[in-house]
């Protein structure tokens, strides 16, 4: 099972993406989290203490990992040479470092592709990378994106079984998630499912609006104050309290998500 976690900025797609992390290894799956994120902080989310968490170089920020394997330092300016398919079937063993429940995290950043759409040396290795993760790894794969499946060609989102877009109540979120439908649609992705996060009024969540995009809806999460002290104290929120309104949605979504 390979699932990419996308979404407009500050959803909950973390939270999405660790928890379902979790289920899945408590499951006796055997898990790879990948974390695509600019910012990454998936690691807290997967339950790994902050004081590590916050350690973690991500692999596109070590230039002489990108320049051995691309064969060019990050940087090195317009016209240069570099190997577009670089040697990356080492990486996750070499890389990833375990979690609670045996969850694998591989944290590898990422690039900003708006403007010229830039293509280097980091472009040709988190591709590269990504593309040789969902098709040839066999963990189930959880991939933490910045905010829609921008990495991706069509080869490699053939390999993509579904895609998770989390967005809140907010007309902005929803429009994110309509342009990040249409583009996994354009890349032919399998599934493309939405969850609607920190809902506080259940019959005002946008259900029907993300059916007429074509959502298959996992689920919703309310709006949980458990979460904001976990996230507050450094805690995943399957670590934190049991009780969490928030998590039981979590456990129906993942057993949705475990049908398809
Ligand atoms: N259901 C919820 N109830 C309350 N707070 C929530 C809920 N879901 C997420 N949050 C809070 O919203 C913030 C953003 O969550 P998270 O980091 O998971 O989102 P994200 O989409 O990964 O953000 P980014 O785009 O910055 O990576 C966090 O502070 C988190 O505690
Ligand atoms: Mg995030």
Redesign the pocket.
């Known amino acids: 099972m390979k699932i990419c976690v996308a979404?407009k900025?500050?959803?909950?797609?973390?939270?999405?993406a660790g928890t379902l992390a979790r289920l899945y290894a408590r499951d006796g799956f055997e898990v790879l989290a990948v974390d695509a994120?600019p910012?990454p902080?998936l690691a807290v989310?997967i339950g790994i203490p902050a004081s590590d968490a916050f350690k973690i170089t991500p692999l596109l920020r070590d230039s002489r990992l990108i320049e051995e394997r691309t064969g060019t330092a990050p940087g090195s300016g317009w016209g240069v040479i570099f190997n577009i398919a670089p040697d990356v079937r080492d990486i996750v063993d070499r890389f990833s470092i375990k979690g609670p429940d045996g969850v694998k995290l591989l944290v590898v950043g990422s690039i900003d592709y708006g403007g010229a759409g830039c293509f280097c040396p980091e472009t040709a290795f988190l591709k590269t990378l990504l593309a040789y993760i969902v098709a040839r790894r066999r963990e189930v794969v959880l991939v933490?994106l910045q905010a829609g499946p921008e990495p991706f060609g069509r080869g490699v989102a053939k390999h993509v079984d579904v895609v998770v877009v989390?967005t809140d109540q907010s007309l902005k979120s929803i429009n994110t998630a309509e342009r990040v439908f249409r583009l996994s649609k354009d890349l032919n992705v399998k599934g493309i499912t939405a969850i609607i996060?920190?809902v506080t009024n259940p019959s005002e969540a946008p259900i029907a609006t993300l059916e007429e995009i074509g959502f298959e809806v996992l689920g919703i999460?309310?709006?949980?104050?458990l979460?904001?002290e976990a996230?507050e104290k450094g805690w995943a929120l399957i670590d934190y309290r049991a009780e969490s309104k928030?998590l039981e949605a979590l456990r129906k979504i993942y057993s949705r998500l475990s049908a398809i």
């Open positions: 979404g900025g500050g959803v909950g797609k973390t939270l999405v994120d910012n902080n989310s933490d989390v996060n920190k999460i309310p709006f949980d104050e979460i904001v996230d928030a």
